[in-house]
């Protein structure tokens, strides 16, 4: 043990780095919320005051191993999907390096999004993912040639589609990450499809009031016809 020590004093780099590869450890295992300064200590094989030493609020730290866990597991570059014309067709490429930046970093993600409320320190420092996610739903939404109301379906569709917990429960239905994204493209180009046919036959002018009139809106059977499609007709 004073060996190690020696060796620390000697070498404040390689410490620090254990420091963080310890709480980046724990973080997944626990939490962040239930991450103390003790156990970082243990598992890094140092004393709490060296950590302090190294990282002396909580800020330092979760900053530390947020860029070192990002730099592990970079975000997907926006460059692979969007000089691509067909909405559909980046949807598709943009959510499947979504899911599968999600699926390599589940465990991680789990956790600190779960305690992201209780740790303010935390909030602050995924505010980047989370504009990211913004940002990559808003320009998702583009392109798609439909009316306004439709419009607002797709971006609420998009908000939703790149979320976490959106792969996640897609996931436990035993979807791969390709699988996900094609299932919620399909879904998209089913609600474009269907709402734009119930614009058109709107804008020939009004109809009688009759039983016909209170069918099921179009966009509600979006889903399931996007599921059908998915499944290769298995329905």
């Known amino acids: 043990m004073a060996r190690q020590r020696s060796r620390t004093k000697k070498d404040p780099v390689r410490t620090r780095q254990r420091i963080v590869d310890a709480t980046v450890v724990l973080h997944e295992e626990l939490g962040p919320a239930a991450t103390t300064i003790s156990a970082i200590a243990e598992r890094a094989g140092v004393q709490r005051l060296t950590v302090y030493r ?44 979504l899911y ?60 939703l589609a790149v979320q976490f917990e959106t792969f996640r429960s897609l996931a436990r239905q035993d979807l791969t990450a390709h699988e996900a994204a094609d299932l919620m493209a399909e879904f998209v180009s089913a609600v474009v499809g269907q709402r734009g046919r119930g614009s058109a036959s709107r804008s020939r002018g009004k109809t009688e009031l009759n039983a016909s009139s209170f069918k099921t809106p179009r966009w509600s059977i979006a889903l ?8 290769e007709r298995g329905c």
């Open 100 to 159: 599968e930046f999600y699926r390599d970093g589940e465990g991680m993600l789990a956790s600190v999004l779960r305690d992201e409320r209780e740790v303010p320190a935390l909030a602050e420092i995924l505010e980047p993912f989370h504009a990211y996610l913004r940002e990559l739903a808003g320009s998702l939404a583009t392109g798609w040639g439909v009316q306004a109301e439709t419009q607002r379906l797709i971006r609420a569709v998009m908000g």
């Open 54 to 97: 190294h990282f002396p609020d909580e800020r330092a730290l979760l900053g530390a191993c947020s860029s070192d866990w990002f730099a592990q597991h970079p975000l997907p570059e926006p460059a692979a999907w969007a000089g691509l014309e067909d909405p559909a067709e980046r949807l598709r490429v943009a959510l499947t390096a």
């Open 224 to 231: 399931p016809n996007a599921l059908c499609n998915q499944r």
